[in-house]
Structures are given as C-alpha cells and as structure tokens.
C-alpha cells in the first residue's frame, strides 16, 4: 500500500497562487506515475495534470495548461502542482494519485490505485 497526503490548499482571489504537495510514503515512490485530480460541487472527478516516474514525460488538462505546473522530487517522495492565474473555476478538492501502471502519466481515473483525502482549493471572485 502507498500512502498519500495533500497539503497546501486554502482561500485565494482570482488571480492568485497556491503551491499544493503530496508527501508518500514506502520505498517505492520513484517507480510510481503521479496524478493530480480535482472535483468541483456537481461535478465529476477531473484530470489536472500527471508525471511520469522519471518526470517527463508530463500531461495537462487544456484548462490548466499555461497556468498549472506538476513537478516531483523523488529523494522526497513528494510531487507538487504549482497553481498560477486562479480562476474561481478552479474551484474543487484535488487529489493526489499514484498511478498502477509503471511509467505512467495519463487521465484515465481508474489507472491511479491509490489516492490521498484532498485538500480543498476556494478561489474567490
């Protein structure tokens, strides 16, 4: 079992900057691809951005290419999204996710095994 825990969400103004991590645990977290979800009111849980083991290669949703930023440092089994420009659709809990697929970094929802709680993300108007 991997281990995921988000932190660094909170209040914004559109515009604004948030800086969101996820810390696993075990040994084997630099084999694992990393995702990045969200899920906003009503709505279904989305594709933000993904890296591969090795970090590149990398994807993004086209409405968070240009502003969003996924990166990860392995001697800390941690993957970060740096979050630029908010817009208050950017509205959601997102989530952390360890994809079951070596070298992996796509959208598909049921390729990631193992997911964090979230961390709520609010940008305001």
């Known amino acids: 079992q991997v281990q995921l825990v988000e932190s660094g969400g909170g209040l914004v103004q559109t515009g604004g900057s948030l800086r969101l991590s996820c810390a696993a645990s075990?040994?084997?977290?630099?084999?694992?691809?990393m995702g990045w979800f969200r899920q906003a009111p009503g709505l279904e849980r989305a594709f933000v951005a993904a890296?591969?083991?090795?970090?590149?290669?990398?994807n993004y949703a086209d409405s968070v290419r240009g502003r969003f930023t996924i990166s990860r440092d392995n001697t800390k089994n941690t993957v970060y999204l740096q979050m630029n420009k908010l817009e208050p659709e950017d509205t959601a809990v997102y989530y952390c996710?360890?994809?079951?697929?070596?070298?992996?970094?796509?959208?598909?929802?049921?390729?990631?095994?193992?997911w964090g709680q979230g961390t709520q993300v609010t940008v305001s108007s």
């Open positions: 075990g040994r084997s977290f630099r084999t694992y691809g």
């Open positions: 890296i591969d083991s090795s970090g590149v290669p990398v």
């Open positions: 996710a360890a994809s079951r697929i070596p070298h992996y970094s796509g959208l598909r929802l049921d390729d990631y095994g193992y």
